[in-house]
């Protein structure tokens, strides 16, 4: 449920990406805004170097080496995400912006508990005393649909299937109880089934706690399901952007339309098929 | 098998038949744990036809395109290819028969030699040397659209695409009467991923190859194969006309995997938009 009227929760205007010599730079994301309001699910949609993820990871400081933010700023709680100092950042991330990514094994510590893992954070922000965290993990734990929470907190991350593991990366990324959640290709290596029960599950999350989620994907089928409005990406730059609906029905722009049309599409009986 | 899979196959250009494959790994130092990563499996490929085989993850659908080319060896079952026990061809023969296609067209290539020796390695093992060499490689350059210019580059200035267009055309380099894709759009971006499969699709068609399409995309399969094999856990769920299967499943698992594909809405054509532009002022 979006409030259309609310002010943005976040508010990018005029972001520049650049990497290369500072003298011969190349310029990977050309003057991006981006607003997101609160209870909005915004998708960013672009094939591979369309600049999708360097605009979202350069939310959270997280650009790769090489890569510089030279302008723009991003409003966010009433600061300017992109003028923190690492400690304020550090505190921002996990905290206020929830973070989940496409590869769960690599995002999780292979060698802690998955109690550790969950209730460090919360700790180290002083939202609580481990006991408080214990049970607001095994809530969470229990509200991302996984059997027996009490018994998984004290398995390794190996221990779980890759479905499990994204849950518990989501249950992870609300501990804070964030306003924003960054999904950076978040359904991506997961098996179609169980790509459905993610997408179902954070769009439950976000329902309940109308929560913000920018969600990064090439995935048009799963930005369809859960996306508010979509945002198309195309070498750096913004294609267009509308309702999700109206974009990827009755796109405005040629780049656009031809990235929908190449998307192959499932006839099945319970779809209607426009034969030639 | 059905009356209607009599009717398709004639003749076979590969069947495999009761297939089984165990990996035992290590629990402890004693103790070993087997994993049975494909039970029984049993299909056929008609020469010209193309025979999809889906699943998730851990279903086995690899496993099965791996033995299919030798490249794993069964615990027990046959693969037989134009009739004859693919245990008595010789690696020549067999690289002569079929050929492969992977999914990572970064992995797949060797970028110390050019996009030229690259496609020629098939030929080289068969010992197609000189001229002939040059000739077939401008050849199936072509067929796979590999422009002439990139031969003598390395793998290293290609895009992805361009990449398994240098595999595809690599593995049509022994005129092979049976192609193996492994997932090979998987790995691309999706006007990529469009290009790649009419370029198959075509060359199936036009080369009259059998082809075995392993993939865990549905969308991707509906409009490449003609008959389906639905894998999970290791064992065959459901098989028939892709058509059929995908418009009504037999069996829960396939509707399980039919819905879960996330729905994207149709696009409005061009014509009707113009039409209710109109309208709107």
């Known amino acids: 449920m979006i409030t259309s009227d609310a002010s943005p929760l976040l508010d990018v205007r005029g972001l520049v990406i650049e990497t290369g010599p500072v003298a011969r730079p190349t310029r990977l994301v050309h003057d991006i805004d981006l607003t997101v309001r609160p209870g909005e699910v915004l998708a960013i949609v672009g094939e591979s170097g369309s600049g999708k993820t360097l605009t979202t990871m350069s939310l959270i400081d997280l650009l790769p080496s090489g890569v510089r933010r030279i302008a723009g700023s991003a409003g966010f709680e009433g600061q300017d995400l992109y003028a923190l100092k690492r400690v304020a950042m550090d505190r921002v991330r996990s905290d206020r912006i929830g973070i989940i990514f496409q590869d769960p094994m690599s995002s999780l ?69 964030p306003s924003l959640l960054i999904a950076d290709e978040a359904t991506t290596a997961l098996d179609v089934t169980v790509q459905k029960q993610v997408l179902d599950l954070l769009k439950e999350i976000q329902s309940k706690r109308s929560l913000s989620i920018v969600f990064v994907s090439h995935n048009l089928g799963a930005v369809a399901e859960i996306a508010d409005t979509v945002m198309v990406m195309h070498r750096g730059a913004l294609v267009e952007r509308g309702p999700t609906l109206e974009v990827l029905t009755n796109p405005r722009e040629a780049y656009t339309r031809r990235l929908v049309e190449a998307v192959p599409r499932l006839r099945t009986a319970g779809q209607a098929r426009s034969q030639p | 098998m059905t009356e209607r899979d009599k009717h398709t196959a004639p003749r076979h250009a590969l069947a495999v038949t009761n297939l089984r494959k165990v990996f035992e790994r290590p629990v402890s130092l004693f103790r070993r744990e087997a994993l049975v990563a494909v039970d029984d499996v049993t299909f056929t490929v008609a020469p010209a036809e193309t025979l999809a085989v889906v699943g998730e993850s851990g279903s086995g659908k690899s496993t099965v395109a791996k033995m299919a080319i030798g490249l794993s060896t069964p615990s027990s079952g046959t693969i037989s290819i134009e009739g004859r026990d693919s245990r008595e061809f010789s690696r020549r023969e067999l690289s002569r028969a079929m050929q492969m ?181």
């Open chain 1, 109 to 177: 510590n292979p060698s802690l508990r998955i109690e550790t893992q969950l209730t460090e954070a919360f700790i180290a922000h002083g939202k609580g005393g481990r006991r408080q965290a214990l049970d607001r993990a095994t809530h969470l734990l229990n509200e991302v649909a996984i059997p027996n929470p009490k018994a998984r907190l004290s398995q390794y991350p190996h221990e779980l299937s890759g479905g499990m593991r994204q849950r518990v990366m989501i249950a992870m990324a609300l501990m804070c109880e």
């Open chain 2, 101 to 281: 296609i992977f999914q990572d067209p970064y992995s797949s290539l060797n970028e110390r030699r050019t996009v030229g020796d690259n496609i020629a390695m098939p030929l080289d093992a068969q010992g197609v040397a000189g001229s002939a060499r040059r000739r077939r490689v401008a050849e199936v350059a072509e067929l796979a659209r590999v422009p002439s210019i990139a031969l003598t580059r390395s793998p290293r200035d290609l895009s992805g695409g361009q990449r398994q267009r240098v595999a595809i055309a690599r593995a049509l380099a022994t005129q092979p009467r049976i192609l193996i894709c492994d997932e090979p759009t998987s790995a691309l971006d999706v006007s990529i991923q469009a290009e790649i499969l009419e370029l198959l699709r075509n060359l199936q068609a036009e080369l009259s190859m059998a082809m075995l399409f392993i993939s865990h995309d549905l969308a991707v399969v509906q409009d490449i194969s003609s008959r389906i094999v639905v894998m999970r856990h290791g064992r065959v769920v459901e098989t028939g006309a892709t058509d059929e299967v995908l418009r009504s499943p037999s069996e829960d698992y396939t509707r399980k995997l039919l819905d879960s594909v996330p729905h994207l809405p149709a696009l409005q054509d061009l014509a009707a938009k113009h039409g209710s532009a109109d309208q709107e002022v």
